[in-house]
DNA sequence: GCGTAATAGATTTTT
DNA sequence: TCTATTACGC
């Protein structure tokens, strides 16, 4: 997210001189509300970052004296390298982070007042889903005909909007299991506060919580914090809203920076009126609007201008092009017959781009849902162009990871009943339903935690079991006291081995297995660049991110909600259908107000290309192996129809399917089955030069994504493989290992 | 207690 | 079409 302002870096004191007028203003205002109304491109974190920056440099505030808001780590660390860069040294002592990692700091201090201790663990989802699987369980819910996650999303929502259990009114709990979510959701709370576990919400709402029943703690943050700084405020749910208003309530210097046309998170609980009310919670609000683009061409921000104006009750910007070479190619809108020749389109449009000296790095396909990536993925892996699938698993979601934290967990809290049921049986040790129902009810009957639970049972189970959850039991005991002689990092390392957890990947035959070990390795790494055992989860917990694939020259592959605040030269924008994008989903839900939703996300898409903008929409989807008909989203239609370039094969096509009449059967908009394209010579590959081979057919090889399998056919730089779990590809070589 | 077969259900997911 | 959870047989 970078201004690309035509000025040198520079550490002196001409950054305000590197402003445009609006940005200036946004900048120099330093006392009472401000809201930064900041277009897409407009250099929002540049005034973000500068404004902290001259807090420090004019002497108004000390670095712990100012808080600075983000919602992504990734927001953060760039916030804080940024200032960093601006006062010419390492910016120490801020309160600057993540919405949840600033109430996690401050929770720490504050902890006892909600009835936990400042070494509280933060749950993951999985984690928090079992807990709460648990306490539906022992409340007799049927879990077949009340879904827990359906609970779990309606005390998410509780949480975002600031209501504790005892704060849900009646009347808000009527249609979950006959209105016993409130009580379930008092239940939920009161076993965390056993296990002495928070999970994401709890770190907002006790905060506040904490804020509203003791002034005093109020009072002493409000001296301690002069300035805050949010970022993204339209992304901002009840709880974060009020705990901002809190924190800015006796200096009311609070500035927030954001885009109502770019907030795309209410399902997530984000209140998109927090940041049009903005003026009526702080009255005397000065209002900045940042309406210079620096990133895109005048198509592009024409495209996205004209989109956006279908949208009622926004605040209202307008994006001028403020760069000096913003005429641009139009924005391409490509109609093609379905969603393979799509995958194709894009596809040979990159190698193209590619031949023509472009960085792949620098384009990008976003896509409306997670599973339009592995169309493309395949489509890639064909033509052997290096990409990046951006999401996904995060690294502390992989199954080897939590196992692994789970072992970690258990030495630093031993009364860690989730974690210690997580691995009790992992790897398995011959522990079945009874037994650990007989665990379960012991620890509740007495009142102990599981692992004591499990020492008492010990005995009385069968000798396989007994031998091995007893070498288990010690073994918990020899390395948590190993955690003080030999320190955190050899003692994961032991371990994971001593434990069998090692083990039982190396006896695994999945592919996934070896990168499962890898990532292994990248975690006990970690671990030592942490001074204490307790520092590390947190940075798991809350922080901890998933680079890999990020080296070399990649084009990237993501959600259209993972793109929002990157940019690149060329953007591709597949799959605009109605159902799709427009998601249907959304607009059962949210009726009109979701399709504004989404109208936001095609705006956000499209103000993400820099030069070139490809949309395409295909008159035929494959949707859960089904083909079906679809038809334009309307959002092309709301498009300016003199900044676009129509282009497209899907009425070619058509016309080619209309002769074949034994798989076409009627109508277009009729047709179950998918009819067979005659293929068009246009996208196919073009001729590449031949690079000698290193595999040997009847060699075996290893694919990162299809796994292992044996060579059959080598041709150039394309391999025939025979995959052990995967159908026989064609793949680039590039692509393959040895094992 | 554990491995395999049937079966339902499949947006978006900053922390 | 694929995946994740659940129901059975050994």
């Known amino acids: 997210m970078s201004a690309p302002l035509p000025t040198p870096p520079s550490s002196g004191d001409d950054?305000?001189?590197?402003?445009?007028?609006?940005?200036?203003?946004?900048?120099?205002?330093?006392?009472?509300?401000?809201?930064?109304?900041?277009?897409?491109?407009?250099?929002?974190?540049?005034?973000?970052?500068?404004?902290?920056?001259?807090?420090?440099?004019?002497?108004?505030?000390?670095?712990?004296?100012?808080?600075?808001?983000?919602?992504?780590?990734?927001?953060?660390?760039?916030?804080?390298?940024?200032?960093?860069?601006?006062?010419?040294?390492?910016?120490?002592?801020?309160?600057?982070?993540?919405?949840?990692?600033?109430?996690?700091?401050?929770?720490?201090?504050?902890?006892?007042?909600?009835?936990?201790?400042?070494?509280?663990?933060?749950?993951?989802?999985?984690?928090?889903?079992?807990?709460?699987?648990?306490?539906?369980?022992?409340?007799?819910?049927?879990?077949?005909?009340?879904?827990?996650?359906?609970?779990?999303?309606?005390?998410?929502?509780?949480?975002?909007?600031?209501?504790?259990a005892e704060r849900v009114t009646p009347a808000e709990d009527t249609d979950y299991a006959g209105g016993r979510a409130r009580a379930l959701y008092a239940a939920y709370q009161s076993r965390l506060r056993d296990l002495n576990c928070c999970d994401f919400g709890d770190l907002m709402l006790h905060m506040t919580e904490v804020f509203r029943g003791h002034p005093e703690v109020l009072a002493d943050w409000n001296r301690r914090l002069r300035y805050i700084l949010v970022d993204e405020y339209q992304d901002t749910n009840l709880v974060q809203y009020y705990w901002l208003r809190l924190l800015a309530q006796s200096h009311r210097n609070i500035c927030c920076v954001g885009d109502d046309d770019q907030s795309i998170y209410s399902w997530r609980g984000a209140e998109i009126e927090n940041i049009l009310r903005f003026e009526k919670d702080f009255p005397n609000a000065k209002v900045v609007r940042l309406e210079a683009n620096y990133r895109s061409t005048k198509p592009i921000l024409a495209a996205a201008a004209h989109l956006i104006a279908h949208n009622a009750g926004r605040l209202g910007k307008t994006l001028r092009a403020g760069r000096k070479d913003a005429e641009g190619d139009k924005v391409r809108v490509v109609s093609l017959w379905d969603s393979e020749e799509e995958a194709r389109m894009v596809g040979e449009r990159i190698e193209s781009a590619r031949r023509n000296g472009h960085k792949l790095a620098e384009i990008a396909i976003l896509v409306r849902a997670g599973f339009q990536t592995r169309a493309f993925e395949e489509r890639l892996i064909v033509l052997g162009l290096p990409y990046r699938v951006v999401g996904g698993l995060k690294f502390y979601e992989r199954a080897e990871i939590r196992d692994a934290m789970a072992y970690l967990r258990i030495l630093a809290q031993p009364a860690d009943d989730l974690a210690f049921e997580r691995i009790v049986n992992t790897p398995k040790r011959g522990l079945g339903e009874t037994a650990m129902r007989r665990m379960h009810e012991l620890a509740r009957a007495e009142g102990i935690p599981l692992v004591l639970a499990a020492e008492r049972l010990v005995p009385s189970l069968t000798a396989k079991p007994r031998q091995a959850l007893g070498a288990l039991l010690q073994g918990i005991g020899r390395w948590r006291e190993g955690l003080a002689k030999e320190g955190h990092v050899v003692v994961a390392a032991t371990l994971?081995?001593?434990?069998?957890?090692?083990?039982?990947?190396?006896?695994?035959?999945?592919?996934?297995?070896?990168?499962?070990?890898?990532?292994?390795?990248?975690?006990?790494?970690?671990?030592?660049?942490?001074?204490?055992?307790?520092?590390?989860?947190?940075?798991?917990?809350?922080?901890?991110?998933?680079?890999e694939n990020s080296e070399g020259d990649r084009l990237s592959l993501m959600t259209l909600h993972a793109a929002k605040g990157l940019e690149f030269d060329t953007v591709f924008l597949p799959g605009w259908e109605e159902g799709l994008f427009p998601h249907s989903r959304a607009m059962e839900e949210g009726g009109d107000k979701g399709v504004e939703e989404e109208r936001r996300l095609a705006y956000v898409g499209i103000t993400r290309a820099r030069r070139h903008a490809i949309i395409s929409t295909a008159a035929n989807r494959r949707i859960y192996g089904n083909w079906s008909a679809s038809i334009p989203s309307r959002f092309l239609d709301e498009l300016p129809p003199d900044q676009i370039q129509r282009e497209g094969s899907a009425s070619m096509a058509r016309a080619r399917v209309a002769e074949m009449p034994s798989v076409f059967t009627?109508?277009?908009?009729?047709?179950?089955?998918?009819?067979?394209?005659?293929?068009?010579?246009?996208?196919?590959?073009?001729?590449?030069?031949?690079?000698?081979?290193?595999?040997?057919?009847?060699?075996?090889?290893?694919?990162?994504?299809?796994?292992?399998g044996v060579v059959t056919a080598v041709d150039d730089n394309r391999v025939d493989v025979d995959f052990e779990k995967s159908d026989p590809k064609r793949v680039m070589d590039s692509f393959l290992e040895r094992p």
Not at 66 to 94: D, W, Y
Not at 120 to 147: E, H, N, S, Y
């Open 666 to 708: 009627g109508p277009s908009g009729l047709m179950a089955r998918k009819p067979r394209v005659i293929e068009a010579g246009a996208w196919e590959a073009p001729v590449r030069p031949p690079p000698a081979n290193p595999f040997k057919v009847g060699e075996r090889v290893f694919h990162k994504k299809f796994g292992y």
């Open 496 to 547: 994971l081995d001593e434990s069998g957890y090692t083990d039982m990947w190396k006896a695994d035959k999945s592919p996934e297995a070896p990168g499962r070990l890898e990532n292994l390795k990248e975690l006990i790494r970690a671990l030592g660049e942490f001074e204490s055992l307790a520092g590390f989860l947190e940075h798991v917990a809350l922080v901890m991110e998933n680079d």
């Open 15 to 164: 950054y305000l001189a590197r402003l445009n007028p609006e940005q200036r203003e946004a900048v120099e205002t330093l006392d009472g509300p401000v809201l930064i109304l900041a277009g897409a491109g407009t250099g929002k974190t540049r005034v973000l970052t500068t404004r902290f920056a001259h807090l420090l440099k004019t002497g108004r505030a000390w670095p712990g004296q100012v808080l600075a808001v983000t919602f992504t780590n990734k927001a953060a660390r760039e916030m804080r390298e940024r200032v960093s860069a601006i006062l010419g040294q390492p910016a120490e002592g801020l309160w600057l982070g993540t919405f949840h990692s600033l109430c996690a700091r401050m929770l720490r201090r504050h902890a006892e007042l909600v009835g936990l201790t400042s070494a509280f663990t933060i749950l993951d989802t999985d984690d928090q889903m079992r807990l709460l699987k648990q306490v539906m369980d022992a409340a007799g819910i049927d879990l077949k005909r009340w879904p827990a996650p359906g609970l779990m999303a309606q005390i998410q929502r509780w949480k975002d909007r600031g209501l504790t």
